[in-house]
């Protein structure tokens, strides 16, 4: 073989590589750029995966106590800086462990927002049969629509969807259960606006309000008609920063609080539990500073009591179908913070285990059985047949028909 042809032969193997290397480099780029280079389908799949990872990652502890110890942390470190340059730079330069978590944490928010731009479709838990949230967001994509909207209204970039004119007509003529994606439980405190810290509006989300965010009787019914009727896959216990109905309990308990009116010691005896589990829980910790415990610890006894009466509930949560998860408000900053989902699975399971939890009676099941059975019925008869679709009088006319007809209602 002559020389020239070892030439062309060696410089074609150089471009070959150099190909290859723009193929990786590219690649590369679009992967840490979090940029999808799939079709269609896969990028949907892809998302209902990053879904779950996510919720398989541990959730960062929002916890007084975490704060705390940090704090401790911090004051039992040395002032006095190193004279030794290597000690220096190791202060002043994350190391790699540190900057792979952030360029994880960073990824997870990226895929987070895709998630929640995709959520107009079905999620693979909704094919389940005998699933009553079918053609719901699952649990997962609801939270993550929540988290979204939250960022928005705390970065300031609130969009006000389904506050317009269209959506109070939609209001008039459909089935809030066929659009809300979340209930969320929170206070009656006029500083928790629920669907503005959300970014959310009209049939997004199934709201009750009490003073302290209680889990009574009354609140409990509420929360199954929220999950079992208007079908919202995902439950938010939400406490807030500067609660005065925790606080007020709190200094009741510590022996300085003030006559209360006639019917205010039944509405917040719910409270009285969790103050005192939270002072036990941090024995060191006196005077206002343990009401964010207190607060928090409030958010769990609620979850835990409604476990406790509403078997329902335990039931959608067991099977996947639905979430309930637990989340702090501050008032100062309008940050939703969620707490660890791993908690309220941990309450679960001890609920389960008690004798005393409230079971589902023959007449519920049977009750329940009927209400999916008539919701199944009444979305076959709303779907159209191939023959009335051909005679439907155009969409126009349609709609006036609908708007005319005082025998409408809803729900």
Not at 49 to 68: G, I, M, N, Y
Not at 75 to 95: G, I, L, N, Y
Not at 144 to 157: H, S, T, Y
Not at 216 to 240: N, W
Request: some cysteine; overall charge negative.
């Amino acid at each position: 073989m002559s020389n020239k042809t070892n030439q062309i032969i060696f410089a074609g193997y150089i471009i070959l590589m150099v190909i290859v290397a723009a193929i990786f480099n590219s690649q590369s780029t679009t992967h840490s750029d979090g940029e999808a280079v799939t079709s269609h389908a896969e990028t949907v799949v892809s998302a209902e995966q990053h879904a779950t990872d996510t919720a398989e990652q541990p959730v960062a502890d929002h916890s007084p106590s975490s704060k705390t110890q940090t704090a401790d942390a911090s004051h039992e470190q040395d002032p006095t800086p190193s004279d030794d340059p290597a000690a220096h730079k190791e202060a002043v330069e994350p190391d790699a462990d540190t900057a792979k978590q952030n360029e994880k944490l960073a990824m997870l928010s990226q895929a987070l927002k895709k998630i929640a731009e995709i959520d107009n479709r079905k999620p693979i838990i909704s094919e389940q049969e005998g699933n009553p949230f079918a053609g719901k967001p699952s649990p997962d994509l609801a939270i993550a629509k929540l988290q979204q909207g939250n960022d928005r209204f705390v970065n300031g970039e609130a969009i006000h969807p389904n506050l317009d004119a269209a959506r109070l007509k939609l209001a008039a003529i459909e089935n809030q259960g066929d659009h809300a994606y979340a209930t969320v439980i929170t206070c009656s405190d006029s500083r928790v606006p629920v669907e503005a810290l959300f970014d959310a509006g009209i049939m997004d989300i199934f709201v009750i309000r009490v003073a302290g965010n209680v889990c009574d009787v009354d609140e409990r019914g509420s929360i199954e008609y929220g999950l079992a009727h208007v079908h919202t896959p995902v439950l938010v216990v939400l406490g807030h920063t500067q609660c005065g109905a925790v606080t007020a309990v709190t200094h009741a308990v510590q022996g300085h609080g003030h006559p209360l009116e006639r019917n205010i010691p039944d509405l917040v005896a719910n409270i009285e539990p969790a103050v005192k589990k939270a002072m036990d829980l941090n024995p060191d910790i006196k005077g206002d500073d343990i009401i964010p415990f207190a607060i928090e610890e409030n958010v769990w006894t609620g979850i835990e009591e409604l476990f406790m009466e509403s078997p329902v509930t335990r039931d959608f949560v067991k099977k996947g179908f639905a979430k309930v998860v637990g989340a702090i408000y501050d008032v100062g900053t309008g940050k939703v913070s969620w707490l660890p989902e791993d908690k309220t699975f941990e309450i679960l399971e001890k609920v389960e285990a008690s004798p005393e939890k409230a079971v589902i009676s023959d007449s519920e099941e049977s009750s329940a059985q009927k209400n999916h059975e008539e919701t199944s019925d009444q979305k076959k008869q709303e779907e159209p047949s191939e023959q009335e679709s051909q005679e439907a009088p155009p969409a126009e006319d349609a709609q006036d028909k609908v708007t005319e007809d005082p025998a409408v209602s809803h729900t």
